[in-house]
C-alpha cells in the first residue's frame, strides 16, 4: 500500500513540473521571437520584389563594409541611418547559389558572413522595410578580394588638454595594437580637418584646438601588410575644454559630540559655467601625505566629511567625458582645541634629536591596536607613523627622517583606527578619530623678541590699562612661562622709583593701579621661559591726570558771586549798554520836528544838520527831554552864533529826514544858502543860551526868524505849505528823554559845541 502510494506522487510530481516547464515555454515563446535573430531561406526573385521600393540614400544606413578578420572570420559592418530604427534585415545572396539568406530583427550594426569560396552580395535594409521611406546599403565582394581589416577600436577615451586633444584607444585581441590616424571636425562643420597620424600605438595627440568648441573625432588604425583595411570608427563628441575653477562658496567645521575626535567637514561651491559638465571630482588626503588620495564623485556641488583633527588637503574639479577643469584647492587646518581631546594625558620625552616617546591613555589598549602619530612644526606639512600596539600605551619614534632642531616648536598628535588586522589608512572620510595633541621642544631658550604695539588707555589720575600683542612664536624658543612688566615713576627733580609686576602668557592687557596723579611714567614688558626673561619691549610713556585742589570756602564765594549777578545783573547791564552803545534818537520823531509849520523850516533844519553839534551830543545820557522851545519872535539873523560845520555823512542824515518828512519847495534854497552864511559867526559872541537838552533843536528855535514862525505864507519866495506837511502835526510824540545821574550844565553844552 505505501509503495503504490509513493509511486502515485513521484508521478503527480514529475506531471506537475512538466506542467510548469510548459507554461513557461508558452509565455516566453512570443517574446524569444520577437528579440531572437532568425535566419530564413528565401528565393532573390522574392526578396528582391519585396524590398525594391527601399532605395540608397546619404542620411539612411551607410557605410557598409564586409571584410575578414581572420581565417574563416569574415563578417560586415555598417553605420545607422539618422532617422532610421536600431534594428535591421541582413540579406546575404550567393552566385552559385538559386537561393539567399535573409536575417530578421539584428539590433548591432554587424553580421558575421557564411560565405564561401564564391561572389557574393550583402543588403542591410532598416526594420522599417515595407514603408516609403526605408533605406538601404549594398555590398559586393568575394572571399578571396576580402582584406584582412582591423578595428575600429573596441573603445576610445579622448581627452581635452589646454589646446589640445589625446587620443587613447583599445583594440580587440585578434587585432593586436596598432598606430592610429585621427580626423577631426567642429560640432555643424561638414568636412574634416588633416588627419593626425600617431607616433606610438593607441595613442594619438591632436593639437591647436579651440577650447570652447566641441569636435567630432573619428579614429581608424594605420593599414600595415597585416592589417590591409582599417574602417573609420563612429562618430565620438568630445566636449568644449573646462577652462575654469569652481568656486567655493562657503566651509563649515563642526564637531561631531557622538564621536570624540572628530568634525563635520561642509563644503559648497558652484561652477561658472553651466550644462558643460558632467559633474564633480573631490580628492582629498591628509597633508603629512600619509596614502591614499580619495577621490569622491558627485553630482552636486557640495560635500560632507568626516574627518579627524589632522590637517587635510581638498582639490574640487569639474569634469565631463573628454576634459577637467582646474582644481579649486582648500586646505582644512589641524583642530585648534585638538590638545584637549583625551583630558590632557597625552606626554612626550624628547631622547635626542633623532628619538622621542609618545604616552597615551592605558584604557585605550583595549579597544584600539592600530595608531598613527603625527609630528610638524610650524609652516611645514610634518611627518607621520602608523603602527601596530596591543601592550603599552607607549610608542617610541626613532630614525627620523629629519633631526629636531633646537628651539623648534613641536606639535605632536595621535590618531585611533578601528582596523585590527593592518594600521596603513584604507580610505581618508571617516577612517580615524584624534586621541589627542600636545607639544615639545628638543631645547628651550630665553625669548629673543620683546612684545609690541604697547599702548595705553583708559588713563585716569591713579590708574590706566596697558596693552600690548603676544610675542611671536618663532622668537619665544620655548614654552612662555609669563611676563613682567616694568614700569618707573619719573618725579621732577626727585628720584625715579621702579617698580615690576608678573602677570600670566595668555594675558595681552593689565589694568594698572594706585599710580600717582600727574606723575610720568614710563613701561616696558618681557617675556620669560623656563630658560630666562627674554629682551624687553621699546619704552612706552604715559601721565596720569593731574588733582585738581577743591575748597568749600572757595566754593561758596563762586556761588555768592554767581548768585549776585543774576539778582542784581540786570540793571547794571543795562546801564553798561546804555553807556557803552548809546541809541541815537530820529529827530523826525522830536516834539521840535512836529511844530514844523512851513517848508522853509525843513529846510532850515536841514542846514543845522550839517552842524558838527549832533556828535558833540552828551554821551552820558543821549536822552531827549521833551520841551518846546520859546523863541523870541524879535530874533533876526545878524544874532546867529558861529557854529563849525559837521561831515558829509551829518549831512546826508539830515536830507535822510527831510526826505522822509516831505519835499519842499524849491524857492527854499536860497533861505538855506542865507543860513549857511550866518555859520562864519562866532558862536561866543551870541547872546542865546541852548535852553533845552535837544541841542540841534534848541538852536533852530533860537535862530528861526519871527517872519518864518509867523506863517510861511507870507514870505516872499516861498510857496505855501504842502498838504502832507499837516500829517507831521497829528503823530504824538514819541520820544521821551531819559535823564542822567548828572545833568550837563548849559557850559558843558556850550564847549561841545566849540
Keep these: 500500500m505505501s509503495g503504490g502510494g509513493g509511486t502515485k506522487h513521484r508521478w503527480l510530481g514529475t506531471y506537475m513540473h512538466a506542467l510548469v516547464v510548459g507554461l513557461m515555454l508558452v509565455l516566453y515563446a512570443p517574446i524569444y521571437t520577437n528579440v531572437h535573430v532568425s535566419a530564413e531561406k528565401c528565393t532573390p526573385k522574392n526578396i528582391s520584389a519585396k524590398y525594391q521600393h527601399c532605395g540608397i540614400h546619404p542620411d539612411g544606413v551607410h557605410n557598409l563594409d564586409c571584410f575578414r578578420k581572420s581565417k574563416n572570420d569574415e563578417k560586415c559592418t555598417w553605420e545607422p541611418g539618422i532617422r532610421g530604427s536600431k534594428s535591421y534585415t541582413f540579406i546575404l545572396q550567393q552566385a552559385d547559389k538559386s537561393h539567399c539568406v535573409v536575417y530578421y530583427n539584428i539590433t548591432k550594426a554587424n553580421q558575421k558572413l557564411n560565405i564561401f569560396d564564391c561572389k557574393f552580395t550583402v543588403e542591410v535594409i532598416e526594420s522599417n522595410a515595407g514603408k516609403a521611406n526605408c533605406t538601404k546599403a549594398v555590398f559586393s565582394g568575394s572571399k578571396k578580394t576580402l582584406k584582412r581589416s582591423c578595428g575600429p577600436p573596441s573603445t576610445v577615451s579622448p581627452t581635452r588638454t589646454p589646446g589640445a586633444l589625446q587620443v587613447n584607444v583599445t583594440w580587440l585581441k ?22 593626425v597620424e600617431s607616433r606610438l ?101 557640495e560635500i560632507r566629511l568626516i574627518l579627524s583633527y589632522s590637517a587635510y588637503r581638498l582639490n574640487i574639479s569639474a569634469y565631463n567625458n573628454a576634459s577637467v577643469s582646474p582644481a579649486a584647492t582648500h586646505v582644512v587646518p589641524q583642530h585648534r582645541d585638538a590638545s584637549s581631546v583625551g583630558d590632557g594625558r597625552l606626554n612626550v620625552t624628547v631622547h635626542n634629536s633623532t628619538a622621542f616617546t609618545i604616552h597615551w591613555r592605558a584604557d585605550r589598549i583595549r579597544k584600539y591596536v592600530c595608531y598613527v602619530v603625527e609630528w610638524m612644526k610650524k609652516g611645514h606639512s610634518g611627518w607621520y607613523q602608523s603602527f601596530f600596539e596591543d601592550t603599552n600605551a607607549a610608542r617610541t619614534v626613532s630614525s627620523l627622517s629629519e633631526h629636531l632642531e633646537p628651539y623648534t616648536r613641536y606639535r605632536v598628535t595621535l590618531h585611533l583606527r578601528p582596523y585590527k588586522n593592518t594600521c596603513n589608512m584604507k580610505r581618508v572620510n571617516d577612517s580615524e578619530s584624534t586621541d589627542g595633541t600636545t607639544e615639545f621642544y628638543l631645547t628651550e631658550g630665553s625669548p629673543v623678541g620683546a612684545p609690541a604695539n604697547v599702548s595705553f588707555h583708559n588713563v585716569t589720575l591713579n590708574s590706566a590699562v596697558l596693552q600690548w600683542s603676544h610675542i611671536p612664536e618663532e622668537d619665544l624658543r620655548g614654552f612662555l612661562l609669563g ?240 498838504e502832507d506837511f499837516t500829517v507831521l502835526k497829528s503823530k504824538r510824540l514819541d520820544y521821551v528823554r531819559q535823564f542822567s545821574t548828572s545833568p550837563p550844565s548849559d557850559s558843558e553844552f556850550t564847549s561841545a559845541l566849540l
Design 483 to 722: 611676563y613682567i612688566i616694568y614700569y618707573t615713576e619719573h618725579h621732577y627733580r626727585e628720584t625715579s622709583t621702579a617698580h615690576n609686576i608678573t602677570v600670566d602668557p595668555g594675558s595681552t592687557s593689565f589694568h594698572m593701579e594706585a599710580l600717582e596723579s600727574g606723575t610720568a611714567y614710563q613701561v616696558q614688558i618681557s617675556g620669560f621661559t623656563s630658560e630666562g626673561e627674554g629682551i624687553r619691549s621699546i619704552p612706552g610713556v604715559f601721565k596720569t591726570d593731574q588733582k585738581v585742589n577743591f575748597s568749600i570756602r572757595g566754593a561758596i564765594a563762586a556761588f555768592v558771586v554767581v548768585a549776585s549777578l543774576l539778582a542784581f545783573g540786570s540793571p547794571v547791564i543795562k546801564r553798561a549798554k546804555a553807556i557803552l552803545w548809546p541809541r541815537v534818537p530820529n529827530p523826525g520823531h522830536s516834539n521840535a520836528v512836529q511844530k514844523i509849520e512851513s517848508p522853509g523850516q525843513l529846510k532850515l533844519l536841514e542846514a543845522l544838520a550839517t552842524l558838527k553839534v549832533v556828535e558833540e551830543w552828551d554821551t552820558k545820557s543821549f536822552q531827549i527831554l521833551e520841551r518846546e522851545a520859546v523863541i523870541p519872535p524879535q530874533a533876526s539873523s545878524s544874532m546867529l552864533p558861529h557854529v563849525r560845520t559837521c561831515e558829509d555823512d551829518t549831512l546826508e542824515m539830515a536830507r535822510a529826514w527831510s526826505e522822509r518828512d516831505g519835499d519842499s519847495a524849491t524857492d527854499d534854497d536860497d533861505t538855506a544858502d542865507t543860513l549857511l552864511d550866518t555859520q562864519r559867526t562866532h558862536f561866543q559872541s551870541s547872546p542865546f543860551t541852548l535852553a533845552g537838552g535837544y541841542t540841534t533843536m534848541d538852536m533852530f528855535q533860537q535862530l528861526t526868524p519871527q517872519w518864518m514862525t509867523e506863517g510861511g505864507s507870507n514870505t516872499p519866495g516861498i510857496e505855501g505849505e504842502p
Design 174 to 195: 585578434e587585432d593586436g595594437n596598432n598606430k592610429i590616424s585621427v580626423r577631426y571636425r567642429a560640432l555643424g562643420s561638414r568636412w574634416w580637418n588633416e588627419t
Design 201 to 301: 600605438p593607441n595613442t594619438a595627440m591632436v593639437e591647436k584646438l579651440t577650447p570652447s568648441l566641441v569636435y567630432v573625432v573619428q579614429i581608424q588604425c594605420v593599414t600595415t601588410a597585416e592589417c590591409s583595411q582599417c574602417p573609420w570608427s563612429k562618430n565620438y563628441y568630445v566636449p568644449s575644454e573646462l577652462t575654469t575653477q569652481p568656486i567655493i562658496v562657503s566651509v563649515k567645521y563642526e564637531d561631531i559630540t557622538q564621536k570624540t575626535g572628530c568634525r563635520l567637514i561642509s563644503i559648497t561651491w558652484k561652477f561658472p559655467v553651466k550644462d558643460l559638465y558632467d559633474g564633480y571630482r573631490v580628492t582629498v588626503w591628509k597633508e603629512p601625505g600619509e596614502p591614499p588620495q580619495e577621490q569622491l564623485t558627485t553630482s552636486e556641488p
